[in-house]
């Protein structure tokens, strides 16, 4: 039996932070032999706007959402044209907050997605990476208020596929990781929560590359999706820029198979499709 690769977190020229452009990322992904690739640019409602014409001139880059009517035509576009070589699927990253949930569900209904991650980049519009959500509270307090917020997004919300890098928090805590033990009741809910609602989880292969001490999620995140009876996993390697696509990928597969997991998933219209590891 083939051992399928597919990576399912990519962004293209489309995202607000990568200028990659989108026929050169499969191009790319066909030389180094990926079987499916599925493509997640950046929506931040809240923090980043919808271009429209009379706005163009006045949003930058990197306060832009994806343009859905030219994202939606040029996947399906090359979706025709390389359908010979590789599979593409069309999906999108909604990083969502308590007050934007609304828009993300339209925006489910209106556009044609195989795939949807909810990610948490910013809670109440303050943002991770720019630390401003960070200034002013202790270590405790950022990350419990990070896990306290996913909990209730799973709890109110069900219009995606995968939790994307569910520890993400690690990569932007300046005062090292905070101990699992100490968040493991909120994670568990968590969990519990995403599994109930037949959704999964990501392994996010960009940990390599930013030289985290764990994988995103931690080993001991994705055990414990594991023990809850979890199946429902996706690898992506977040790739913005040509090197970093398909990176991390046959590692991550490994690892899940000596946590315990014997499949991954990819995804068609919103429905989980198994495959071997």
């Known amino acids: 039996m083939k051992?399928?690769?597919a990576d399912y977190h990519l962004h293209c020229q489309f995202s607000n932070d990568s200028s990659y452009p989108m026929e050169d990322v499969i191009?790319?992904?066909?030389?180094?032999g990926l079987d499916e690739i599925c493509f997640t640019?950046?929506?931040?409602?809240?923090?980043?706007?919808?271009?429209?014409?009379?706005?163009?001139?006045?949003?930058?880059?990197?306060?832009?959402?994806?343009?859905?009517p030219q994202y939606f035509a040029e996947i399906a576009r090359l979706k025709e044209k390389y359908k010979d070589k590789i599979a593409i699927k069309a999906g999108l990253e909604f990083g969502v907050q308590m007050h934007t949930?609304?828009?993300?569900?339209e925006l489910k209904e209106k556009w044609p997605l195989d795939f949807a991650l909810l990610s948490v980049h910013e809670i109440d519009d303050l943002e991770f990476f720019r630390y401003t959500y960070q200034e002013g509270k202790t270590q405790q307090q950022y990350n419990e208020g990070y896990y306290r917020e996913l909990l209730k997004l799973v709890q109110n919300f069900q219009d995606y596929c995968v939790l994307a890098h569910m520890d993400l928090i690690v990569r932007y805590d300046k005062q090292g990781v905070y101990p699992f033990e100490k968040v493991k009741d909120l994670i568990t809910e968590i969990l519990k929560v995403v599994i109930a609602n037949g959704k999964g989880i990501e392994i996010n292969t960009s940990s390599i590359?930013?030289?985290l001490s764990d994988t995103t999620p931690s080993r001991a995140i994705l055990k414990l999706y594991h023990d809850l009876g979890g199946t429902i996993i996706t690898i992506g390697s977040d790739s913005h820029r040509p090197g970093d696509l398909g990176s991390g990928i046959l590692?991550?597969?490994?690892?899940?198979?000596?946590?315990g997991f014997k499949q991954f998933c990819t995804?068609?219209?919103?429905?989980?499709?198994?495959?071997s590891l």
């Open 3 to 5: 051992n399928m690769k």
């Open 27 to 32: 191009l790319d992904a066909i030389e180094m």
């Open 41 to 68: 640019d950046h929506v931040d409602y809240g923090v980043k706007f919808d271009v429209t014409p009379e706005t163009e001139k006045d949003i930058p880059k990197s306060l832009r959402n994806v343009d859905y």
């Open 101 to 105: 949930l609304q828009i993300y569900h």
């Open 209 to 211: 590359r930013y030289g």
């Open 251 to 259: 590692q991550a597969k490994q690892i899940l198979k000596e946590i």
């Open 267 to 275: 995804y068609e219209n919103f429905k989980p499709i198994f495959h």
